[in-house]
């Protein structure tokens, strides 16, 4: 079935630094969405991306989706401490409405 | 406007009891999923009802099972648990089928199975 692999999986990074992360795919998406998800809460929608090579920003955070449909970016400016939790990437699935991907950690150091 | 909610928050069950998880939609939104999240799967999707019919189903065991009704409330239902079931399970809903992945996740219900 469909994988999306997100890396990396945890990172540790200084207030103020900016953050990247990506979203592979193993075959191709026509949606990439980007969740964030605080402890003891629901993941909640920070970008949609609808289009090959679109670049969306949402205040600090942009993200691409990748041109060949099997990747996707989130960059995040300029991270302050509640940046800190789980990003998701997902896609519509095949037999599943949204296919997650594993996950990358963010922790903010002061 | 009121966000989706779940009840209970928390619960602890034993094995072999079974279990019904409660979701209340934003109002006007007809599409109700739900997703089981572990440590080691991560998010998995269950199944997705929208006009009280269940539209979409994942790769989980007949004790999985859901319906809605006519107010788009929703309710899923684990029967003969097992400590595996341990997980949080999310609810999230959305104006209707479809491209619009507009979904709004409730924040949960922690399942302890002991």
């Known amino acids: 079935g469909q994988q999306l692999n997100q890396s990396p999986q945890s990172m540790f990074i200084q207030e103020g630094e900016d953050v990247s992360m990506n979203c592979t795919s193993s075959?191709?998406?026509?949606?990439w969405l980007w969740y964030k998800q605080d402890p003891g809460e629901g993941p909640v929608l920070l970008i949609a991306l609808y289009k090959a090579g679109e670049l969306t920003s949402n205040g600090r955070l942009t993200a691409q989706f990748g041109i060949t449909r099997k990747d996707s970016f989130l960059n995040i400016s300029a991270s302050i401490p509640s940046d800190v939790g789980i990003y998701f990437c997902a896609g519509p699935g095949t037999a599943s409405k949204l296919t997650f991907g594993t996950g990358t950690r963010l922790q903010v150091t002061l | 406007k009121a966000g989706v909610t779940q009840t209970p928050r928390y619960l602890i069950k034993t094995r072999g009891q079974q279990v019904t998880l409660s979701c209340s939609p934003i109002?006007?939104?007809?599409?109700v999923s739900w997703y089981q999240q572990t440590p080691g799967q991560g998010l998995q999707f269950l199944f997705e009802?929208?006009?009280?019919?269940?539209?979409n189903k994942g790769n989980f065991p007949g004790r999985f099972s859901g319906r809605q009704f006519s107010n788009s409330r929703s309710e899923m239902n684990v029967s003969t648990l097992e400590l595996g079931d341990s997980a949080l399970y999310l609810c999230a809903s959305s104006l209707a089928l479809g491209r619009d992945y507009g979904y709004t996740f409730g924040s949960g219900t922690r399942l302890t199975v002991v």
């Open positions: 009802y929208f006009s009280e019919t269940q539209r």
């Open positions: 075959s191709i998406f026509n949606t």
């Open positions: 109002s006007g939104h007809r599409s």
